[in-house]
């Protein structure tokens, strides 16, 4: 397969899934299936695309030309190259959660679910591999509103009112500002593409410069930069799987990919450096990392404190970005796959508990390592990967932050990143500690509770039915996130010379 | 007016003179003030007069919405032929001129045909118009 | 030969067809007539378009009269655009409306009348655009103007009828203005062709007659076009009348006044007597903007959707206008293209709320709760012309809203950008509000009646074509933004 | 002694205009707009265009005034006291006015043979129709010939008008609705 | 004398002009509108047959023994406006008749109200 018609297959393949889970919608077994498949072969084809970028090609694809000059066009640079890996392969992990998932909690309209899920994977590829402006904004819009529908899975007024405020926020950034921004970039610059080195020098007052940043920064709204960020946790009414889409796999993702491609393509690392004006932006971004950690700190439900985890970890990729250092886009480049793998691991572990025993609040969760033992070691290395501590990925990406950070010379933001450090350790290790040295409440964990869960895998016989864990796809994913927790540190240094070109072109 | 004499009288006497005058002013338009359109118009005033002395009826009768309305889309499609019938010899839309050897007399053929197709429509759309109020009265 | 009758065709094909509807009468026949009518109609547009492309502006000299001294059909680049996007729309709209009217006009048997007045509308519409002659401008206008009061009056609410009486009012009115323009600068003149006024203008251009002449046929137009403030006819005369009604004329009627308010300030007047010696835009920008936000404001909160959606319509006029203000070529291409752009989502949009109604009987919102289900094809319609309203990438909205934009920060006007922005995001608030109690609620019970059903083909495969329309030229614009793009320069009179 | 007759009908004109702004009863304002338009068709035939001033008098004093006359009884004949004072009308009626005649300031005098409408296009119309056209009536030859294409569009308007009046108001069709609401009426 | 009568009578034929204007806009009675807007109308076509007169010509129809003709021009283009000032009022007559039938008046303000109240 060419590298250009491997672009087309990774943007179309998940809409031919999308189209295939609608028409097998009377047999789910087949409908997953196809999910499934396309899954694999997505990855597949997003891995073809690897060994060229590794020998430094930028794979193109050119689909039509909008208007004059614009193109809907493809380019695949390391950046992209790593997120659609990472969105490509996620996705094959939280269909097999969601089949799990789904099924155990007799959701209603799981054609539905996959097909938008679908979509929206490929509006995410779309973002990771546009080679312009104009595609990544049509990708991006895209995305949002693929989303919307799987956001407001249960159609309840609850989830139309995290609807309203989801996409409120995401369209009201995206139009009001980065659209702004954009054609403004276009007017001053008379291209949108992304170029190493960037399109802005030199093209306009460092005022300019400033208000266009701040309205990249904060028009991206995916990016949850406070204070755009209510969205996330509005959006944990929906299914589980769908917030590991929107906080691990695509959504947030896409928002925190995009800030770190504008600063390095569209401004140009050199330029922010050298001017000294993206100062601001790491301040903002500090602030949203410690505030956040602040607030999940405050949170008694899971997924809220994991919510507003993700908003701060968001703000390490957006502070990276604006260090403007190699090390600090570097860092902040690995942190969108460090974070991937261990929130997606954390909010398996979350949708677990709450399959099996319907707990949603972690003043109810003591003692639920006994029973859940697997879960819950899974959840405590998502944890440490989280916390960015070694051996697992999340190590790397702190440290080349901070790495950055002293670059800039800025060592206040060493400062912020150990404090933010220590915060994920208040809010997460209690969690674990709670899990597994805290007695559960009920003296039996057998009786109604549990006997609700119908779905639950018991296993091993020694413990009698002591120990119950989630459906076997569930376990299964959560399970192979975990381990790529433990492998990203083990092979970071792969991860680190693929990205290395970004930063010396 | 129905039960009077004197008007109904002098509208059977009128009648025909103003319907004569209505044909005098369609055919005399290249001379004199007049032309298709107030032709077309006194025309109607005769029919309606009739109406007004006599009874809706009685001038439906003698003049049938039916044929009124076929009256209408005739004299526009009478128009619209003589254009395209210059178009067929080859001239543009409504260039009388090629109509016939000389312009000249082309250009008066045109005129006196489409000043008729005019007055057809007129006299129709103006009945048509009266009929339609008057009938609403006579629903009352 | 046909060639050479391009442009008379054009107008000739709806105006035989009209009378002829009349002598026919039979329902089936007539349909099956203006439907044929139409899509030649379309066709012959489509035709004029290409040879204007090819061969540059055509000329037909009506009579064999050489202008000034007969009527000349002049058709360029702006006025084909404009006929294909007339033409198309109401090829599409005569093809989806034989069910519709079927339903919404159940008392007028005689459906010939219908589709006589319709042609006629067609005819007048079509008829304002390829002339070149200011005098015929306004017999045409009057065609149009007469036979959308009457189609308007055939709504099913008794407020179809007082809501056509004030359109006729006030559309007479500013049909008078603009014939009171028209003496004004006959009188400085002695010309009515407006390529011969043009040239005529320049040496009269200081006098006061010819200011007022300006004044008012701007005044005219606006009253056409619904201009903030002269908006007030529009809301309920698209509310009440039919919906095929509805959709043909909000996609058509008002850009037709855009169109004639470009040829005034362009050809007629030229650039410099409009904008650098009448300073235009200083009055045209705020209305446009006043007009943007408050009839957004006003679409929000209204319940009746097809009243809602024209408020959204008076708001849109308001970005075509904004773009004319800018007098640069990229905001007269951002006028230019939203002109056909939003002639595609409002007829699309309108088509859906009439299949609505034909199966609800009302577009009230408390009667859209679970079409989502029960009318998903309608609906994804509905959506569709919904995202391009608020102009999302890949829809014809955003190519509109990006030459706008671009204009806006070509002048430095960024407030202005943000203004249209931020009506985007109104839009996202009303489309939604539908949206929302499309899916998220459940269906009212209808009492003895069975579940509500997705229209019928013969209407969701016209609305599908327009839907296909919107993605289309919202991804590839070489024959839209393009074909704007090079109007706008020649209104200019700048090599583009 | 021309002007004399001019002022007199334009004093004349003057009156019954503001002799109908002022009635209340519906039925004397319709025949005094009758009035007004055959003023008007006098004076138009004054300024040598008795063509116009022929259909003035049929259509404005004839079919206008019956329709109107027709519609009152149909309706009512008295008008309602207003309710409010209708000042934002005045305003606007004043500006319109006031720039109207703001206009006029540059117009050439009436009747003045170097106006510009004298000097193009209307001349070759006197001189040429002759021999071009070959009628004397040079409304008619101008009218059906050299904007012959203004008068198919006329036909047009009016038989657009037909079409609405059939439409508001078709006999057959007012009858059967109200056959129907009867037989709703018995159900 | 001409020029300052000529000037005059424009500003006479203005002021019929706006006291139709008036009419229709101030006034709440349908069928009053009605009357204004052809009061508007008729004013507007005297405006424009004002212009074709020629000074010492005579009507546009060539005869022996004239010279100076009127111009025809404007007569013609009013013959048309008049026509379609006719065809206005006889739609909007058509109009008001519906709207008695439908509301039992033609008055706007209670035609609102009525509105209103439903």
Known sequence: MSPSTAIYAAVALPLVGAALVVSLRRWPNLREAASLITGGALFGVVLSLLPHVQSGARPEAQVVEVMSGLWLAFKVEPLGMLFALVASGLWIVTTTYSIGYMRGQHEVDQTRFYAWFAIAISAAMGVAMAANLLTLFTFYELLTLSTYPLVTHHRTEKAMRAGRVYLGILLGTSIGFLLLAIIWTYYLAGTLDFRPGGILAGTADNWVIVVLLALFAFGTGKAALMPFHRWLPAAMVAPTPVSALLHAVAVVKAGVFSIMKIVVYIFGIELLHDTGLSIWLMYAAAFTIIAASLVALTKDNLKARLAYSTISQLSYIVLGAAMATSAGVLGGSMHIAMHAFGKITLFFCAGAIYVVAHKTDISDMRGIGRTMPITMTAFFIGALSIIGLPPMGGAWSKWFLALGALEAEKAIFVAVLMISSLLNVAYLMPIVARAFFVAPAEPAPGDDDFAGAPQGTVLGANGGSSIKEAPVFCLVALCATAAGCLALFFFADDLYQLLTPIVNP | MRDQAVPRVVAKLLIPYILLYAFYVQWHGDYGPGGGFQAGVIFAAAIILYALIFDLRTAQQAIRPRVVGLLVPLGLLLYIGVGIATMLKGGVFLEYGVLEHDPVHGQHLGILLIELGVGTTVAGVMITIFYGFAEAVSDR | MIDNHLPILQILLPLVAAPLCLLLRHRVVVTALAIAVTWVTFAVSVALMATVLQQGPISYELGGWPPPWGIEYRVDILSAFVLVLVSGIGAVVATWSPASISVELPRYERHYLFYCAYLLCLTGLLGITITGDMFNVFVFLEISALSSYVLISMGQDRRALTAAYSYLIMGTLGATFILIGIGLLYIMTGTLNMADLALRLQDVADTRTVIVAFAFLIVGVSLKMALFPLHLWLPNAYAYAPSAVTAFLAATATKVAVYLLLRFFFTVFGYDFSFDRMQLWIVLMPLALIGILTASLVAVFQNNIKRMLAYSSVAQIGYMVLGISFASVSGLTGGVVHLFNHGLMKCTLFLAMGCIVYRCGSVHIDEMRGLGRRMPWTMAAFVAGGLSLIGVPMTVGFISKWFLVKAALEQGLWPVAGVILFSSLLAVVYIWRVIEVAYFEEPLAVDGQGPVREAPLSMLIPMWVLVAAIFYFGVTTELTAGIAQQAAASLLGVVP | MNWVIDIVLLALLMFTAVTIARLRGLFSAAIVAGIYSLLGACWMSVLDQPDVAFTEAAVGAGISTVLILVTLSLTTSEEKEPKHTPLLPLVVVLITGAALIYGTIDMPRLGDPQAPTNLHVAPRYIEESPHEIGVPNLVTAVLASYRGYDTLGETAVILTAGVGVMILLGGARRRRWRADDDKRDRA | ?118
């Open chain 5, 1 to 118: 004398m001409m020029e300052t009568i000529g000037l005059y009578n424009y500003w006479v034929v203005i002021v019929l002009m706006m006291t139709g204007f008036y009419i229709v806009v101030a006034r709440d009675n349908l069928i009053k509108k009605v009357i204004g807007l052809s009061i508007f109308q008729t004013s507007v076509f005297l405006l424009f047959i004002s212009v074709g007169k020629v000074e010492g010509g005579t009507a546009p129809i060539i005869a022996d023994g004239f010279e100076v003709y009127s111009n025809p021009l404007p007569g013609v283009l009013i013959l048309t406006a008049i026509v379609v000032g006719v065809a206005t009022t006889a739609v909007a007559l058509g109009l008001v008749v519906r709207i008695n039938e439908e509301y039992g008046t033609i008055e706007e303000t209670e035609i609102h109200r009525q509105d209103v109240e439903a």
